[in-house]
């Protein structure tokens, strides 16, 4: 931790401990000595708010596509809307255990404190549940003869009515306007000198049978539960978006 972050937590202690004492001296004690390290190192209560934010990035994507899935950009959405987040996809360098080099998707989540942590979490853990689910769908056109164009439509259709049927499963929690003003600051200076391209978004492609597969998917995706780990296995307690848990 450097010396900045280490006074910018002491302040925050010291602003806690002036909201929170029941002793009117003790509490404008710590309000004043906060007020002069603040002073004394040239901090400002906008990058107080600043350095609560954090980012939190995900290079597992389902997709590498230039085009993002409709599903994906969908499902990146659902997880901010419940965990109180932003996000964006942008790229990175890649190389296999072979040497070779590619360039693939990543998302970032971006928020307070462990907002992001947790919604890269969610996202994790609902990515793989999908997979899981679209295989488990597919696996029943396996026998017929269908067009490869048709069951990668109706396989979309499907992540599509499923990341509809999980935001059933989910409770929104929004930021404040406060913070959605300290949030878009942020970003800007993420992004200092560089310029966020917008997102070319791939909707699922019509298709006999795309009506089927889209309800199957919304009604396998209201089924879903968050209380998976990351290995597979059960945790005791569930994922709130706060980053909490509870029973």
Same mark, same amino acid.
């Given at each position: 931790?450097?010396?900045?972050?280490?006074?910018?937590?002491?302040?925050?202690?010291?602003?806690?401990?002036?909201?929170?004492?029941?002793?009117? +001296?003790?509490?404008?004690?710590?309000?004043? !000595?906060? *007020?002069?390290?603040?002073?004394? +190192?040239?901090?400002?209560?906008?990058? !107080?708010?600043?350095?609560?934010?954090?980012?939190?990035?995900?290079? &597992?994507? &389902?997709?590498?596509?230039?085009?993002?899935?409709?599903?994906?950009?969908?499902?990146?959405?659902?997880?901010?809307?419940?965990?109180?987040?932003?996000?964006?996809?942008?790229?990175?360098?890649?190389?296999? /255990?072979?040497?070779?080099?590619?360039?693939?998707?990543?998302? +970032?989540?971006?928020?307070?404190?462990? =907002?992001?942590?947790?919604?890269?979490?969610? %996202?994790? $853990?609902?990515?793989?549940?999908?997979?899981?689910?679209?295989?488990?769908?597919?696996?029943?056109?396996?026998?017929?003869?269908?067009? /490869?164009?048709? !069951? =990668?439509?109706?396989?979309?259709?499907?992540?599509?009515?499923? $990341?509809?049927?999980?935001?059933?499963?989910? *409770? &929104?929690?929004?930021?404040?306007?406060?913070?959605?003003?300290?949030?878009?600051?942020? !970003?800007?200076?993420?992004?200092?000198?560089?310029?966020?391209?917008?997102?070319?978004?791939?909707?699922?492609?019509?298709?006999?049978?795309?009506?089927?597969? =889209?309800?199957?998917? %919304?009604?396998?995706? =209201?089924?879903?539960?968050?209380?998976?780990?990351?290995?597979?296995?059960? $945790?005791?307690?569930? /994922?709130?978006?706060?980053?909490?848990?509870?029973?």
């Amino acid at each position: 931790m450097s010396e900045q972050a280490k006074v910018i937590e002491r302040i925050r202690r010291l602003m806690a401990l002036g909201t929170r004492n029941s002793n009117p +001296h003790e509490a404008a004690r710590a309000v004043m !000595l906060a *007020q002069r390290l603040m002073q004394r +190192h040239g901090l400002t209560t906008e990058m !107080l708010s600043l350095s609560e934010i954090s980012e939190s990035v995900c290079q &597992s994507l &389902s997709s590498n596509a230039d085009k993002v899935p409709a599903w994906l950009n969908s499902l990146a959405t659902v997880v901010c809307m419940a965990t109180g987040s932003r996000c964006w996809f942008g790229w990175y360098a890649h190389t296999s /255990i072979q040497g070779v080099n590619s360039v693939r998707r990543s998302l +970032h989540f971006y928020g307070f404190n462990e =907002r992001p942590e947790v919604a890269n979490y969610i %996202f994790t $853990v609902l990515q793989r549940q999908l997979k899981v689910a679209t295989d488990a769908h597919m696996a029943g056109y396996r026998r017929r003869r269908i067009l /490869i164009g048709t !069951l =990668r439509r109706r396989a979309d259709q499907f992540r599509e009515g499923w $990341v509809a049927g999980v935001w059933q499963v989910l *409770q &929104s929690f929004a930021p404040t306007e406060d913070e959605n003003v300290v949030l878009k600051r942020w !970003l800007c200076q993420r992004h200092a000198g560089e310029a966020l391209a917008g997102l070319n978004v791939r909707n699922a492609g019509r298709c006999r049978g795309d009506r089927l597969a =889209r309800v199957k998917g %919304f009604l396998a995706g =209201r089924e879903t539960e968050l209380h998976q780990g990351l290995d597979g296995t059960l $945790v005791p307690r569930q /994922i709130t978006a706060e980053g909490n848990a509870h029973d």
